[in-house]
């Protein structure tokens, strides 16, 4: 059974720094793509960075790219989040997903993905 926990989350500044980490387990996800989603008030769902589990190639959003890595450390079933230069606009609900395939990373939408964790908050403001 796939499981997905999220945590890191929380209250920074504008500017500040957060890393978001997630616990996976129930699957290998060598054979998975992974990513972080991320919903903010009143809007869609919407892919922020998402990996392969086999190679390590990485898609980013243009709103995140330069700012945010994605990474796997593959000793503890980690997909790390390392979110740099945050702004308000950032802020919202962030969820980790995976979907078998781990080409699917490319695409790195919310409806291709289809077992989630159940997110941690991040909220930028001064």
């Known amino acids: 059974q796939v499981q997905l926990v999220e945590s890191g989350g929380g209250l920074v500044r504008p500017g500040g720094s957060l890393r978001l980490s997630c616990a996976t387990s129930g699957f290998n996800y060598d054979n998975y793509a992974l990513g972080w989603f991320r919903r903010a008030p009143g809007k869609e769902r919407e892919g922020v960075a998402c990996?392969?589990?086999?190679?390590?190639?990485?898609y980013y959003s243009d709103s995140v790219a330069g700012r945010f890595t994605i990474s796997k450390d593959n000793a503890k079933n980690t997909v790390l989040l390392q979110m740099n230069g945050l702004q308000p606009e950032d802020s919202g609900v962030y969820y980790c997903?995976?979907?078998?395939?781990?080409?699917?990373?490319?695409?790195?939408?919310?409806?291709?993905?289809?077992?989630w964790g159940q997110g941690t908050q991040v909220t930028v403001s001064s």
């Open positions: 990996i392969s589990g086999w190679t390590g190639r990485t």
């Open positions: 997903a995976t979907e078998y395939g781990p080409d699917w990373y490319i695409k790195c939408q919310a409806d291709l993905f289809n077992s």
